[in-house]
């Protein structure tokens, strides 16, 4: 599998809606993860859910914003053709008044790689 290593300005931004459909992805986004905006919009986000990460990761992801509260955490993601991407995530929950729903915004950068290790040793201790 062929890593895709973040430049130190690229900053990957997604929104989704209250059942975590894409409802946006900015340039750099669809660049890393090879994906054009149209494959993604209206798609889960978990399009680009890697088979490392834990369901752990995500379920806490998922409680956290739910609940209105800011979500930070290394996030493992997989490129449309195999490969893989690692981000420091932070998932801001919002609310849409004209659609009058909850959003959720992502915005992702490039962590260092002590933080991948220790993200990666974490993840092992985990479901």
């Not at 992805?25 to 660049?31: G, I, K, S, T």
């Not at 956290?64 to 490969?83: A, E, H, I, S």
């Not at 893989?84 to 490039?110: G, H, I, Q």
Request: hydrophobic residues 35%; aromatic residues 14%; contains cysteine.
């Amino acid at each position: 599998m062929k890593e895709y290593i973040l430049k130190n300005n690229d900053f990957l931004v997604s929104q989704t809606d209250s059942t975590g459909k894409i409802i946006f992805a900015n340039d750099y986004f669809c660049e890393v993860a090879g994906y054009t905006l149209d494959e993604l919009v209206g798609k889960p986000h978990n399009i680009v859910r890697h088979p490392d990460m834990p369901k752990a990761a995500f379920k806490d992801l998922w409680e956290t914003v739910k609940n209105d509260k800011v979500w930070n955490g290394y996030v493992k993601n997989r490129t449309k053709d195999g490969g893989f991407y690692w981000v420091f995530a932070t998932v801001y929950p919002l609310y849409d008044n004209v659609k009058k729903e909850k959003t959720y915004l992502s915005c992702r950068r490039k962590p260092s790689e002590e933080e991948i290790k220790q993200a990666i040793e974490l993840y092992k201790t985990l479901k």
